[in-house]
């Protein structure tokens, strides 16, 4: 009995001590102790508690105290069990249970598992998966504390930090100004719905059972199977990756255009270079950043956790002050003026005063401004600036100021648009040619809405944030879905107050203005916040800081959970790290992929890759939860109830929209990225079984297509070989003839059904490993010569009944096999058993009742492999008889492989003496015409001949033989029959002759088991040779042979002669196989008729149909 039973004392009568020291004697048994003479010392097993002998009567308690004894269970390899290594030294010892002791090591009993269950700790972000552990790696494990992070803490404010970045500091606004309120609400409204119906299919997976660290890969991949897995997987690792360099970007992009615009190192001497010099500047420092990052999280994650509230109050901080900027602008708007020349935006950075001219004094003197747009006092002048006054807004009109509604609608444009008022006057047109060169505030870039929701998107990715962090946790399964959604909810408030706020604050110039030009280079969302633009600016820079720090944290050890699974080869060197686990060639790469964002410098040319990235991992998460509802798997139960599979599928379509939206040239990169990396993983990819949802999908898919394969029949124009190949194996198991497989890929060519059997001779219970060996073993050839189907092994009592057993069963439903595939028994004449001959010959039979088509390869191991190139050849065809037309279909399907691909096809037929040999060719040739076949025909014609002498001598030595083997083969019964007599006749002699002196050999005989053996066979020798002699001396004249076979000799004979003639050099023959005879008594002869047809040919195989037409000439 285990530790958890302890002795409690009870009150009871004094005559309850001898009962009590019974029970803590067997509780010590059944502890451990001996039992023997010694007393079993109780007080030092820390299990019983102290007790008094005269009031106590112990009773049985459960306790959930750590196992120290055991309970004689080990702990299961499982995943919820935690497995130790103290807990394998456990036996059970007990006598309640003994009816299932045997049963222990793999069913525990049922206090053992609650135990277990009751003290399960989840696994710590970063740590091996569980159901993957290896047991040697159980005593290298630290004891791990338990995880105490709530919804607040552990899911909430990471998704809040995730999702409010970048995009809302430095775009946001520009988007608003360029979208209008209403297209920017509906921007927002897009994205925000996608990742909120995310976060519900994300939810039911995350709550469908305990999820391990891996986070948002671990739940698609074993939703969706390692092929998908993968390939989302590493999409979504290249999202993280393209993230981290859209926040290194936009922290450069801060630091030189707000914090410190003299730190850059190329400086533009003419306007139009400008936005050439920034992005140089950006790749010059975003590459020193992204150096310095690296070693930061190389050096120290732990800082970089540590500093994540850090972080994350910046980001708070931030949107507090824009709240508070918006309530100040009710009664006290900003002071940030825009200078507009005409209806044109200035960029205010050279000038002070937004005058042409300036009056000091009584000296009026022209302005800064007025140098920028005239060369000198006396020169020329630009004609706009000439015929247009100089005006100065505000900025930062105020929320009741009525600007909501000039912002109300989009205002796109192509590069080089100049920014304007259109509520301003102007007089004269543009002149792209010299505006380029002014100080005016132009779009750099295009602009329409497809390329802005690609650019807003980023802003609400980050909410696997918590489904990441679920092995901190203390109930993921309830915090994952509480925290995420809620996060999702309280973003997308912010997002939809700021589009309505910004719209309803700041003028629309100001707004479509990217960099701030126009407000002397300051951030424009910082003009709106209070107290200082500088909280902005600060607070947006640290928490780009940080989120690209958790990106270059993360993604690496998203890489290295991939690498670990197995899943992509060529990946596995990622999957190791330093001592500590620390995922270092892993972070290599991930600097490296990030780099390429750097060098392309642009923030706005960024965001949309990342965007398609984590679009198709968002599709995948609403797929996996689809499919899982859809399909009901027994395992689907979710404890999120507010899922509908309707929902993931609008989701997945929303993802799919929004990708194309975006960018569909990117989606189409996306796609082919993930289609390559899917492919390849399931062409060298490990095999896993991960109880995936689209592995459920192609059993549902399969059995729906094997209910309607069953309605009927295939029609010949869909009639394909569907092969059962039966190999032969050797005493290790391994496979005799693998050529065999290598043609019945050829002839496939991976197309149709094709099982691959094998019969054990035995009992299932003693030759279970056999089979399996010899599973694994037939497996192994299939891969090496690419043949595409299943494996079957059959154990049986005897091989007929297992080849019986395999042409009748294998298969299910419609997708059975209607061909067989054997090779031709070589050895049978050599071989002195007779059922290896007799079960071919049975296996032909059986075919033939089954109505299914038999081919039969004659020196299969000189078959061509599969990388062998045939060259300038023939594929002979023998067309004797009529049998569904499979001789001719099977050369075309061969052919299709690049093995046969060269090799012609020729068609021979027999023409008898009253056949027209002639029109025969023509109908042949017509024939084969409609079939849409090109072979050359030929018809051989086969003159009734006299029976030559050699035929007759070769049917009286083929007689002779049968006798001799008939004569020599004694049966099972007649060798028992004979034993009894000699035994008896033994006996009786025995007791005959007792005291005789003239047998004293057989006075004290007994006749054992090795002496009847050896009586036996001397007796079988002796009449052998009487056989023989006997055999020899009586030769029968050929007029008593049996004239069926004389005449089958003949045909054998003659045909040979032809086929010999016309294909000795033929790559391969076919030919139409004979019938065995009806009567068994023939079967010997049938297999010498065989024998004799395919004499002198190299690669033959033997067609028999299976009753059915298989081509036709009907389209």
């Not at 696994?123 to 995880?147: R, W, Y």
């Amino acid at each position: 009995m285990g530790d958890r039973f302890v002795v409690v004392p009870v009150d009871g009568g004094g005559d309850a001590a001898e009962h009590s020291g019974s029970v803590v004697a067997q509780a010590t048994r059944l502890t451990g102790g001996d039992g023997g003479e010694e007393e079993p010392k109780v007080e030092e097993d820390p299990v019983f508690e102290p007790q008094d002998p005269n009031v106590a009567v112990p009773i049985l308690k459960y306790n959930r105290e750590p196992n120290k004894y055991g309970d004689g269970v080990p702990k299961e390899n499982s995943p919820f069990i935690n497995n130790t290594d103290n807990d394998k030294s456990n036996s059970y010892d007990g006598t309640n249970m003994a009816l299932f002791e045997e049963e222990m090591d793999s069913n525990p009993m049922v206090s053992s598992l609650l135990d277990k269950l009751a003290n399960y700790t989840n696994l710590t972000q970063g740590a091996q998966e569980h159901e993957e552990a290896d047991d040697d790696e159980g005593s290298k494990k630290k004891a791990v504390k338990s995880p105490q992070m709530g919804t607040f803490m552990g899911v909430y404010l990471p998704c809040l930090q995730n999702i409010l970045g970048v995009i809302l500091f430095l775009r946001l606004t520009w988007i608003v100004g360029t979208a209008g309120i209403l297209e920017s609400l509906a921007i927002v409204g897009l994205c925000c719905s996608c990742t909120m119906l995310t976060a519900i299919s994300m939810s039911a997976i995350a709550t469908n059972g305990v999820v391990p660290a891996g986070g948002s890969y671990y739940m698609i991949s074993r939703s969706l199977g390692p092929e998908f897995g993968g390939a989302v997987g590493l999409c979504f690792y290249l999202g993280t990756t393209f993230a981290g360099s859209m926040y290194i970007l936009g922290t450069i992009e801060i630091l030189l255009t707000y914090i410190v615009p003299k730190a850059a190192i190329f400086v533009a001497e003419k306007k139009e270079d400008e936005g050439e010099a920034l992005l140089n500047n950006m790749r010059v420092y975003g590459t020193c950043c992204l150096t310095l990052m690296s070693v930061v999280v190389f050096v120290g994650v732990k800082y970089v956790n540590k500093l994540a509230l850090v972080f994350l109050a910046c980001v708070i901080l931030s949107i507090l002050a824009i709240y508070a900027g918006v309530i100040k602008t009710i009664f006290e708007p900003p002071d940030f003026p825009v200078c507009m020349l005409g209806n044109r935006t200035l960029q205010n950075h050279n000038f002070d005063k937004c005058l042409k001219e300036d009056t000091i004094g009584n000296l009026t003197t022209t302005t800064q401004l007025y140098k920028l747009f005239c060369n000198g006092p006396n020169a020329t002048c630009n004609e706009y600036f000439l015929n247009n006054n100089v005006t100065q807004i505000q900025g930062i009109p105020g929320l009741i100021s009525g600007v909501i509604s000039e912002n109300m609608w989009s205002e796109y444009g192509p590069l080089g648009m100049l920014v304007e008022n259109k509520k301003l006057s102007s007089v004269g047109g543009s002149d792209p040619t010299q505006d380029i060169y002014l100080p005016y505030v132009v779009n750099d870039i295009a602009s329409f809405f497809t390329l802005l929701v690609g650019i807003y998107f980023p802003s609400v990715t980050g909410i696997m944030a918590g489904s990441n962090r679920s092995g901190d946790l203390r109930d993921a399964q309830k915090s994952i879905p509480v925290g995420t959604i809620l996060a999702i909810f309280t973003t997308s408030i912010i997002y939809f107050t700021c589009v309505v706020l910004f719209g309803a604050c700041i003028e629309g110039v100001l707004l479509r203005d990217k960099f701030g030009d126009s407000v002397k280079g300051n951030l424009v969302i910082g003009t709106l916040s209070w107290p200082s633009p500088w909280v902005i600016v600060i607070g947006s820079f640290f928490s780009c800081c940080g989120a690209g720090l958790q990106s270059l944290t993360g993604a690496p050890r998203l890489l290295q959970a991939i690498a670990r699974d197995g899943i992509v080869p060529f990946l596995q060197v990622f999957g190791h790290g330093k001592a500590n686990g620390e995922p270092t060639w892993a972070l290599l790469l991930t600097g490296a992929i990030c780099e390429i964002g750097i060098l392309i410098a642009s923030l706005d040319a960024v965001a949309p890759i990342l965007s398609m990235f984590f679009l198709m991992c968002y599709l995948f998460v609403n797929l996996a939860c689809a499919l899982q509802t859809l399909l009901r798997t027994p395992n689907w139960r979710p404890r999120f109830k507010y899922y509908h599979w309707a929902l993931s599928f609008l989701g997945m379509s929303l993802c799919l929209a929004l990708m194309f939206i975006s960018s569909w040239y990117y989606a189409i990169v996306a796609m082919v990225i993930a289609g390559c990396i899917y492919k390849y993983i399931e062409y060298r990819g490990a095999e896993k079984e991960w109880g995936d949802g689209i592995r459920g999908l192609s059993l549902n898919a399969a059995r729906f297509a094997l209910i309607r394969l069953e309605e009927a029949p295939p029609h010949t124009k869909n009639w394909r070989p569907q092969c059962l190949v039966l190999l032969n194996l050797d005493s290790d198991q391994a496979v005799k003839h693998p050529r065999l497989l290598s043609f019945t890929s050829q002839l496939k060519a991976g197309k149709g059904l094709t099982i691959v059997g094998n019969v054990l001779e035995g009992t299932f219970l003693t030759k279970d490993a056999e089979a399996k060996k010899a599973e694994q073993n037939i497996k192994s050839s299939m891969t090496a010569e690419k043949t595409k189907g299943f494996c079957h092994v059959v154990v049986s009592s005897n091989l007929r009944d297992g080849v019986s057993h395999l042409i009748q069963s294998a298969g299910l439903g419609g997708m059975k096999h209607n061909t067989v595939l054997m090779a031709w028994p070589g050895t049978w004449k050599q071989s002195n058993d007779t059922q290896s001959w007799k079960n071919f010959i049975e296996t032909i039979r059986e075919t033939t009742s089954a109505h299914q088509a038999l081919l039969v390869a004659k020196n299969v191991d000189s078959f061509p492999t599969n990388q062998e190139r045939l060259g300038e050849g023939t594929i002979d065809v023998w067309w004797v008889v009529h049998d569904g037309g499979l001789l001719m279909l099977l050369p075309f399907l061969l052919r299709q492989h690049k093995v046969w691909r060269k090799c012609k096809m020729r068609i021979f037929t027999v023409a008898q003496m009253d056949d027209n040999s002639i029109q025969m060719k023509k109908d042949l040739q017509t024939f084969l015409y409609h079939l849409r076949l090109n072979a050359e025909v030929e018809v051989v014609e086969m003159h009734d001949n006299d029976i030559s002498a050699f035929t007759y001598e070769k049917t009286l030595v083929m007689e002779q033989r049968s006798q001799m083997l008939k004569q020599m083969q004694l049966s099972k019964t007649e060798r028992e029959r004979e034993a009894q007599l000699i035994h008896d006749r033994n006996t009786a002699s025995h007791s005959m002759n007792d005291k005789s002196e003239t047998l004293p050999d057989r006075v004290h005989m007994t006749w054992t088991k090795d002496k009847l053996f050896t009586e036996r066979n001397r007796n079988r020798e002796c009449n052998s040779n009487v056989a023989m002699r006997d055999l020899f001396n009586m030769k029968p004249e050929w007029g008593s042979l049996n004239q069926s076979n004389v005449r089958r000799m003949h045909t054998a004979i003659k045909l040979n002669e032809v086929v010999v003639n016309k294909s000795q050099g033929a790559h391969l023959v076919l030919l139409n196989m004979p019938g065995p005879p009806k009567n068994r008594g023939g079967d010997e002869n049938y297999m010498e008729f065989l024998e004799v047809l395919l004499e002198g040919l190299n690669r033959v195989l033997l067609v028999r149909g299976g009753g059915r037409e298989v081509i036709t000439i009907y389209s």
